[in-house]
C-alpha cells in the first residue's frame, strides 16, 4: 500500500510520575486496530521511571519509543520534545492518565480528508470519575459541544487532543511560557490559522478524571497562566467573549467582584453561571 493509503500516525505522550497510568494508556494504543503508527514518550524527569521503562523495553516493539530526559522541563516543552521528533504524516496525543478505543485511529482516519479544509478533527470522549468499569460503553458520555466559533471564542470547547497534518503542529508547538489553557492555546492559533476544524461524532477517548476536576482549579498559577493567555488573545475576542473570558479570570481568582465590574460582565450566559455558582454547581 502506499503512503497516502496507509499513512503512517506519530502520538505524543509526555509523563510524569505516573508509571502505572502510563503503561494503562500505552496498552490502549496497542490496541488499536490501525497498526501504522508510532509512539513517542518523553518523561519529564520522574523521580520513578524503573518500571515504565522496562515495560517499554519488554515490549520490544520498534513503534514505541521511550526518552526520559535529565530535567524536567515542564509539559508544554516535553511535547514540543516528542512533536518535533514525529516522522508521521498525521499526529495526535494521549494524555497519560487517559485511554483510547480500539478504533481512535482508524475514526479519525476516515475523516482525515476533512483536513484538506479544516484545522484539525476532535471527537466525543468519554467520562470516567474513578469508577470501575467493564464496558466504555457503560461510562457517561463527554460530549463536545458543535463547531462554533462564537463559542469556542469564549471556551475549549474542543478538549485536551486534536488529529491533524503533523507539520501543523510543528509549524505552532505548544506556548511554554503558559502555565494554564495550553490546549486551549495552540487550538486556538490552529483555528486562526487553517480554518475552522471538523467534529468527529464518535466517542473515542477515555477521559479519566477525579472527582471535581473537570472543573477550574482556583490556584494563583492558574490564574496567572489564564491571564496570559487572554491577553495573548484578547484581540480576536469579539464584546461577548471578551466578557466571557473575564468572568472566567474572576472565578479562577475566587475573587469577590464589585457590583460595578459585575454590572461590567453581565451578559445572558455570565449571569446564568452566576446563579449556578450561587447554587453550588
Known sequence: MTRT????????????????????AINS??????????????????????????FVEGLNDPRVRYTRNDYNSGAC????????QAKGEF????????EWMPDRLSTFLEHKHQLVTHAFLYANDYLCEGQVYSQPASLPLYPKSPWSLKLFFK???????????????KSCLFDTELAAAQDYDIFLRMVVEYGEPW???????????NHGEMQITKSAKKFAGYFHFYRKHKDKFDRASKKYQLFTLY???????????????????????????????
Open 251 to 281: 472565578q479562577i481568582r475566587n475573587k469577590r467582584m464589585t457590583w460595578r465590574t459585575l454590572l461590567t460582565l453581565l451578559s445572558v450566559r455570565n449571569t446564568k453561571r452566576l446563579a449556578d455558582g450561587l447554587r453550588g454547581k
Open 91 to 98: 499526529i495526535t496525543g494521549i494524555d497519560d492518565d487517559d
Open 199 to 209: 467534529k468527529v461524532e464518535e466517542a473515542t477517548q477515555i477521559l479519566h478524571v
Open 77 to 84: 516543552a516535553v511535547r514540543n520534545q516528542a512533536i518535533l
Open 5 to 24: 493509503a496507509r499513512p503512517l500516525i506519530s502520538i505524543y505522550m509526555p509523563t510524569w510520575n505516573r508509571q502505572q497510568l502510563a503503561i494503562r
Open 29 to 54: 494504543v496497542l490496541r488499536q486496530d490501525y497498526e501504522h503508527w508510532e509512539m513517542i514518550i518523553v518523561d519529564d524527569c520522574s523521580s520513578s521511571y524503573e518500571q515504565l521503562q522496562s
Open 155 to 169: 471556551r475549549n470547547i474542543v478538549g485536551n487532543q486534536v488529529f491533524t497534518y503533523a507539520w501543523r503542529f
